[in-house]
Structure formats: structure tokens, C-alpha cells
């Protein structure tokens, strides 16, 4: 038996899970809720835990969707974040569809094996509740901790609403188990602000969710009694830049295969979501603010407001930051005059001493004709809130820059800071 279907054949069928009508239900859940749903329409095999907050919401979700009798998997609850990842990356190796996560120290506490599962080419999905890395005492939203991946060969998302954890969980499944990507993919949720907030999300079939994400099948690479293959060998320099090169090479074929999941999750469940960016009030944009995760509430109220005082500002939100979304922004960001890059976390040392968000961009926008001018800003950090006030503080400075005004485009402001 080929170690394909011997992995099917040692799957239980699914046990009392609600089948639903086609077009779905809609429910009141947090964010937290809608990733935990969409491990239950995954059919995730093997799901591990280790409580930490705010990620600690999810495992109890699915802990209580597998003692309701709704959700079949193996829920493992591990004696550390190391041990958690750890264990899910060995059960994808043999074939297992996986899931964990965590949040700030315990993602870094995990180090070890998140660098590993990238080089492995174990496409694992996992949830970062965001926050910050808590020295000198701190549980609130910051992004450095999902950033601290960001080159080691995992996608990475933010995502800004519950409706859009559930759909990019779904699509991460499908686009981190093709066969040309096999790369791990996180989804960033901000920590609070979304995983533990309630909104009105409409939860898929079982139906519809089987015909766009196929069962997970590493074919001949699944570690097997009937399939002898080594993984991990010691190879040194006689072969790991050559591995180097396979990860590079499917890191870059992971943007088309995003793309194709896009087009057929929107065709299948009836959205029009652009892949990387979200595009808001752009069209006849003078400036720009960009940023991710759920920045986009205060961020569009502002813009709203500016608008209807005929400011022409329009707002940008970066959906994939891991493949970063390169041409999407040179094409969205080479008509206007200045950009507001808003970052919710901190590059200490880095060129500018900006964020990590606009050390990127300003990379990709620096061979666009004409390019605008960048304004770096650094705002909500430990969970403080970005108010409309903020925001339009914010982009007073980026329109003072595009009208030639004395701002200084190599410096960083940091926004909402006590005197």
C-alpha cells in the first residue's frame, strides 16, 4: 500500500459534524472561534495546545467543539510551546493535517522548531495571536513576534476581521500543501482587538469547504515504513545551499499559488477579495496610509472623515506580508505623492530606526518611477489603542510631506506618546 493511502485508509471518517446547507450559517464569534471553525472544516488531524494568551482562546474552543462530539482530531496538550510545535511538525511529516499556535515569548519559546518546520518544508498552519514580547510587562498587540519568521521561509498573513480569519485559514491549508509551495504558513491575529472580539461571521458547509481544500497529500515525501526516506540528514556544506535554493524557489512559486486560491476561494464561496492588499478609497488618492491587521478600523473611519472634508487619502492593507506584495504596492502606491507607513511594531537599529513594514516597502517602491515619498510612523505598541485622532494626526504629517513641507522622510514618528 502506498503511503498515500495507507494515511487514508487510517483516517477515521469525520463523526457528528453538522453538514449544513451549502450557503452556510451565520454566527456571533470571536476571532478566536472562527480559526477554531476552520480547523473543524479542514479536518485537521492533529492539533496541539499550550496556554498562552491571547492564542489560549482557540485551543479552548476546539477543546470544546471535540467534547461536543463536533470535531474529530487529535488534540494533544503539550508541556511547552517547544514540545507543541514539535509534535505537529513530526505528525505532518507522516501525513497528518496539522494545526497549533501561540503568542509573543511562547512563539519565540517555539524558536527552535519554527525554524526547522520552514526548512523541513512542513506545511503546517498556525495561529499568532499577536503580542507583545512582554519584558518589562505587557500582554497587548504588537507584531514582532509573527515577524521574527519573516525570513526564515514561513507566509505569513494579518488578517483584520473573524470573517477573514476563518477564509485565510482555509485558503492557508490549500496554499501551504501544494506540492510547488509546501512552506508553513502563520495567520496573524491581533491579539484582543480580534481574538477575543465578536462579530457576525458566516461559517461554510462542510460541502463547500471539501470542494476547495483536497486532502493533504505529501506523496512520496510522507515518511512511511513502506516509503524509507531520511528527513533532516546532516548535510553541512555539502548540500544545505542547494536546500536553500529549493526554499527560495518555493517561496517564490507560493505568490502564483496564492493567486490561484484566491480566484477559485472567491469563485466557490462568493467574495472578490483581492490576494495580498486590501485597496480602500485609493482611486483618486493624493496620499496614502498603509498598515495591517485591525489598524484598518480606526484607519478607514479617519479616511472617511478626511474624505468628507474632500482630503483625497486613501488607505492600504497589507493582507500578505510573507510573499511580500511587491508589485500589488508599486502598482496601488505610484500615483500619489506621500505614503503613511503605520507599523505596530518597532525595528530597534534598523535603517530610518523605522518599523519593519517600512523598511520593506520603501525596498519595493525604490525602483518605481517617480516614487512617493515615504513617512514611517510607529503607533499602538503593547496594545495601546490607534484613535481616528491618530490617525488623522498621522496623515496631516504625510500631506504636509507631499505638499514639500519641512518633514523629514528619513526620520520616524511615533505617534501617541506620552511627553
Known sequence: MSPSKAASAAKEPRKNVPAGPIGGTEELISGSEAIAHACRLADVDVITAYPIRPYDTVMQYVAQMISNGDFDCEFIVAESEHSQFEIVKHASAVGARVFCGSSGVG??????????????????????????????????????????????????????????????????????????????????????????????????????????????????????????????????????????????????????????????????????????????????????????????????????????????????????????????????????????????????????HSGVLAGDLRSAIYPVENRPKIIAFIAGLGGREVSTDNVIEIAATVFDAAGGGDINDQDTYWIGVRD
Not at 505529501?218 to 540528514?233: E, S, V, Y
Not at 506621500?338 to 518597532?346: H, K, L, M, S, T
Open 107 to 352: 512563539w519565540f519559546y517555539a524558536f527552535e522548531a519554527l525554524a526547522v518546520t520552514a526548512g523541513l518544508r512542513m506545511p503546517m498552519v498556525a495561529m499568532v495571536g499577536n503580542r507583545a514580547l512582554d519584558d518589562p510587562g505587557a500582554f497587548g498587540t504588537e507584531h514582532n513576534d509573527a515577524l521574527a519568521v519573516r525570513d526564515l521561509g514561513w507566509m505569513l498573513a494579518w488578517v483584520s476581521t473573524a470573517q477573514e480569519a476563518l477564509d485565510t485559514t482555509l485558503i492557508a491549508y490549500r496554499v501551504a500543501e501544494d506540492a510547488r509551495v509546501s512552506l508553513p504558513c502563520a495567520i496573524s491575529c491581533d491579539g484582543a482587538f480580534l481574538t477575543h472580539s465578536q462579530t457576525i461571521v458566516n461559517v461554510p458547509s462542510q460541502e463547500l469547504v471539501d470542494s476547495f481544500l483536497p486532502p493533504y497529500d505529501r506523496g512520496d515525501k510522507q515518511l512511511h515504513p513502506d516509503n524509507p526516506i531520511t528527513i533532516a540528514p546532516q548535510v553541512n556544506e555539502d548540500w544545505l545551499m542547494e536546500m536553500r535554493q529549493q526554499n527560495d524557489k518555493a517561496a517564490r512559486r507560493a505568490r502564483g499559488v496564492i493567486i490561484e486560491a484566491y480566484e477559485d476561494f472567491n469563485a466557490k464561496f462568493g467574495r472578490s477579495e483581492e490576494p495580498f492588499i486590501e485597496r480602500y478609497m485609493m482611486e483618486d488618492a493624493e496620499i496614502a496610509l498603509v498598515g495591517m491587521g485591525t489598524l484598518a478600523m480606526p484607519v478607514k473611519v479617519a479616511v472617511r472623515k478626511m474624505r468628507e472634508q474632500g482630503k483625497k487619502v486613501g488607505f492600504v492593507r497589507v493582507r500578505w506580508f510573507r510573499p511580500f506584495p511587491t508589485e500589488e504596492l508599486q502598482d496601488v502606491l505610484s500615483g500619489v505623492k506621500a505614503v503613511g507607513v503605520i507599523d505596530r511594531d518597532y525595528g530597534f537599529g534598523s535603517a530610518f
